[in-house]
C-alpha cells in the first residue's frame, strides 16, 4: 500500500537526519524505547484504556478526558502516546496515565505488536492524528476508535480529489466528537454522518480547570507586589515577537512583564536579556529579594505559564509571526485582554473573540504599541474586554462531559 511504503521513507528519513537534529534524535531514542517500555510496564491482567496525543496541546485538549476517566473509572489503566518530541519530552511524567511512550511508526508489523501487547479497550484520538494502520488494526481487533476534538477544514488531505482512498478509513471510526458544523459537513461529504456529534473543543475544558487549580506563587506575587505596575505576560514568544514587546517595555517605566518564551535555551535567554533595558531575573534564579527589585521575569522553565496568566493585567500570546499563535484560551480564561499577530485564522477560538472584541491582533510595532497604550492606560477597558473572554470561554465549555455522556461512560 502506498500509504505504508510512505510511512516506511519517513521512518527512514527521520533516521538519516537524527545525527544532526535534535528532535529526530530523540524521536529515534523515543522509538526505539516504546516497544520495551510496554514490555515492561503492561500488566496483562489490567484493562486498558488508550489515549493519544501527537504534541503537546493535544495533550491538553485530551487531559480533561482522562482526568476525568481516572476518576470515573478506576478499573481501567491509562496509557498515553505521543508521536512528537515536543509533547512526550514535557509530559513523559504526568501522573495521570500509567504508561507513556511514543507512538511506535504506523507500520502493519508495529500496530499487531502493539495491539497484541496492549490490549486496549478504547482508542481516543485527539484532534488530527489518523493514523490508518492503527485504524485498520482497531477495526481487526474489535476496538472502538473514537476522535476527540477533531477539526476539519476543505484543505485537508481527506476532502482532495487525491485523497479519496485515504478518506475511506474515516468510515472505520466508531465516533467523530467535532469541534465545529463546518467539520460534520465535510465528514458528511464523505458519507459519514450518523457518528459525528459537534461537541466544541475540550481545551476550554483544560483552561478552566487549570484556572481553578491554579496554585499560587509566591515569588510571582512578590514580583507583582502592591505597586501600581500594569502586568503584561507574554507567553510562548519567538523572535519577532519579543522583538515587538522588548522595546516597548524598555520605554514604558509604569508596566512589568513575565516573558515565557517558547524556546528555552542558552543562547535564546541571553538574546533577551541583551535586548532587555530594565533590571531583569530568570524565574529559576529568582529569590524573593531580586524579584521584588526586578520589572522583567523571564520564564525560563515549563508547567508555570498557565498559572502565572493570573497575574497579568494583559496578555500577549506569541506564534503569530510564525507558523501559528499559542493557546489563547489558556490566557483568556482569566478575564484578562489578549493581543496575538496575525497568522491566527486557523484557530476558531482566536477568531472568535477577536470578532467579540476580547481580543487584538497585532501586525507590526505601531499596533502593538497603540493596542498596549490602550490598554495599560484603561484599567475599565482591560476589565470589559477581560470580561468578553472569560464569558466565552465559559460558554463554550462542557465538551468532556457532553463526550462522557454520549459514550454511556
Known amino acids: 500500500m502506498l500509504y505504508t511504503f510512505a510511512i516506511y521513507l519517513y521512518q527512514l528519513a527521520v533516521i538519516l537526519v537524527s545525527p544532526f537534529h535534535r528532535k529526530a534524535r530523540a524521536m529515534m531514542h523515543?522509538?526505539?524505547?516504546?516497544?520495551?517500555?510496554?514490555?515492561?510496564?503492561?500488566?496483562?491482567?489490567?484493562?486498558?484504556?488508550?489515549?493519544?496525543?501527537?504534541?503537546?496541546?493535544?495533550?491538553?485538549?485530551?487531559?480533561?478526558?482522562?482526568?476525568?476517566?481516572?476518576q470515573q473509572h478506576p478499573e481501567f489503566k491509562i496509557l498515553l502516546t505521543f508521536f512528537s518530541p515536543s509533547g512526550y519530552e514535557v509530559r513523559k511524567n504526568y501522573e495521570g496515565a500509567d504508561i507513556i511512550c511514543y507512538l511506535p511508526f504506523d507500520t502493519p508489523i508495529n500496530t499487531v505488536h502493539f495491539f497484541r501487547l496492549v490490549r486496549p479497550e478504547m482508542a481516543f484520538f485527539i484532534k488530527y492524528e489518523f493514523w490508518m494502520n492503527y485504524i485498520l488494526s482497531c477495526r481487526y481487533f474489535h476496538i472502538p476508535f473514537i476522535s476527540v476534538s477533531s477539526i476539519f477544514r476543505r484543505n485537508k488531505i481527506f476532502f482532495r480529489w487525491y485523497g479519496w482512498n485515504y478518506a475511506q478509513v474515516l468510515k472505520f471510526v466508531k465516533y467523530f466528537f467535532v469541534q465545529d458544523e463546518e467539520s460534520a459537513r465535510l465528514l458528511a461529504t464523505r458519507g459519514i454522518r450518523n457518528n459525528v456529534t459537534v461537541v466544541g473543543d475540550t481545551r476550554f475544558d483544560r483552561v478552566l480547570d487549570i484556572c481553578h487549580q491554579a496554585r499560587p506563587l509566591p515569588l510571582v506575587e512578590k514580583f507583582v507586589g502592591q505597586a501600581k505596575n500594569v502586568v503584561l505576560v507574554a507567553g510562548s514568544t519567538w523572535a519577532p515577537d519579543e522583538d515587538l514587546i522588548i522595546p516597548y517595555f524598555n520605554t514604558h517605566a509604569d508596566m512589568k512583564l513575565v516573558l515565557a518564551p517558547h524556546v528555552i535555551n542558552e543562547e535564546h535567554l541571553q538574546q533577551i536579556e541583551g535586548k532587555l533595558r530594565r533590571p531583569s531575573v530568570r524565574y529559576t534564579q529568582a529569590t524573593a529579594d531580586n524579584i521584588a527589585a526586578a520589572d522583567c521575569v523571564i520564564l525560563d522553565c515549563f508547567g508555570l505559564l498557565s498559572s502565572i496568566y493570573r497575574y497579568g493585567d494583559f496578555a500577549y500570546v506569541g506564534g503569530g509571526f510564525g507558523a501559528g499563535i499559542h493557546n489563547v484560551p489558556e490566557a483568556a480564561v482569566y478575564g484578562i485582554p489578549v493581543l496575538f499577530g496575525p497568522k491566527n485564522k486557523g484557530f476558531r477560538e482566536a477568531q472568535d473573540m477577536l470578532r467579540l472584541g476580547g481580543c487584538f491582533e497585532i501586525t507590526g510595532q505601531s499596533l502593538f504599541n497603540a493596542a498596549a497604550d490602550h490598554l495599560r492606560e484603561d484599567e475599565d477597558l482591560r476589565t470589559r474586554r477581560g470580561a468578553i473572554n472569560k464569558s466565552y470561554i465559559e460558554s463554550n465549555a462542557g465538551a468532556a462531559d457532553t463526550i462522557f455522556r454520549s459514550l454511556g461512560l
Not at 491482567?45 to 476525568?68: I, K, N
Request: net charge positive.
Open 30 to 70: 523515543g522509538q526505539r524505547q516504546s516497544f520495551r517500555i510496554l514490555r515492561e510496564k503492561v500488566d496483562p491482567t489490567a484493562r486498558y484504556v488508550w489515549f493519544h496525543a501527537a504534541s503537546l496541546g493535544e495533550f491538553e485538549q485530551g487531559r480533561p478526558l482522562m482526568d476525568r476517566f481516572r
